[in-house]
């Protein structure tokens, strides 16, 4: 059970909506972070940014960060 109703694409504000399709192309649907983040864009959009940085960053090989972010999620019980 959710404890912050993830927003739908069409209640999200339109400078956060391109972030569901980037959702929807990377993994086939929203990822509940997404939905949450939707209620603060400014917020969302720093988040996304943040991200992006990281994994560009070419400090860590594609399948270790892929690897590091499996583990987390396994820690925190969370799928991915």
């Not at 994994?55 to 590091?68: D, I, M, R």
Request: glycine fraction near 6%.
């Amino acid at each position: 059970m959710d404890r912050i109703r993830p927003l739908s694409r069409q209640e999200a504000h339109p400078d956060v909506q391109p972030f569901y399709d980037q959702d929807m192309k990377a993994f086939g649907l929203v990822l509940n972070p997404t939905g949450v983040l939707a209620y603060r864009p400014p917020i969302m959009t720093a988040m996304r940014g943040l991200n992006r940085s990281i994994f560009k960053e070419p400090t860590l090989a594609a399948g270790l960060k892929s690897l590091v972010c499996v583990r987390i999620a396994a820690l925190v019980g969370c799928p991915f």
